[in-house]
């Protein structure tokens, strides 16, 4: 079980990375997971985010994880969704990190902020590249298969990062060099998916 006062550097920021990948991916289930550990005492959280385990924030993230859960599968709306999320997901993945850092220095709070966010964007973009490469297909299994694949992935690292922080850490370290190999390839489809979510507001509009 995790000691946050006593825990080593490298081990807390395996943890950190973990759960932001996991935030990059879907937020809600991954905050909501978070809450329950805590709530059942699988995961001792530190001072600053003890309220995640409360109640009203476990069934306030696991609503809208439901939310999201069917929004995401959605053709068309997903695109305004994720767009959305990614002003929700990266800053969430970073003031998890900043508040699981309070017994550090500041430069090191701040680190562990930036690589949150960092990681979180990753996940996201990396989300939002595999979404663009399956979404013209026809048919729906598809793209209800990837989504229920990233729900299970952002649980399953959350859990495991409370386990086993450097086997999370090493999954997410494989997947983000993924992503920075494919850098121009997320890059589009970010820029893709704001024009089309603009443009899906736009039509909603007229």
């Not at 500041?106 to 973009?125: M, R």
């Not at 993924?178 to 909603?204: D, W």
């Amino acid at each position: 079980m995790l000691d946050w006062l006593h825990i080593p550097l490298p081990e807390l920021f395996a943890v950190l990375a973990a759960v932001a990948f996991a935030a990059g991916l879907n937020v809600y289930a991954t905050v909501a997971a978070l809450g329950l550990l805590a709530r059942f005492g699988h995961l001792p959280l530190p001072p600053a985010l003890q309220l995640l385990e409360s109640w009203p924030v476990i069934a306030a993230s696991g609503i809208l994880f439901a939310i999201e859960f069917f929004a995401d599968k959605i053709p068309a709306f997903d695109l305004v969704w994720s767009a959305l999320h990614t002003f929700v997901r990266v800053p969430v993945a970073a003031l998890l990190a900043y508040g699981a850092t309070r017994q550090l220095s500041p430069a090191q709070q701040l680190l562990a902020a930036l690589l949150g966010a960092a990681v979180a964007l990753a996940a996201h973009g990396g989300k939002t590249a595999l979404r663009a490469a399956v979404t013209p297909s026809p048919e729906p299994v598809s793209n209800i298969s990837l989504s229920l694949g990233e729900d299970v992935l952002a649980v399953s690292l959350t859990w495991l990062a409370t386990r086993h922080p450097y086997a999370a850490a090493t999954i997410v370290l494989v997947l983000v060099a993924i992503i920075i190999l494919l850098a121009r390839v997320v890059i589009r489809a970010l820029r893709a998916l704001f024009r089309g979510a603009e443009n899906e507001l736009a039509g909603r509009a007229a």
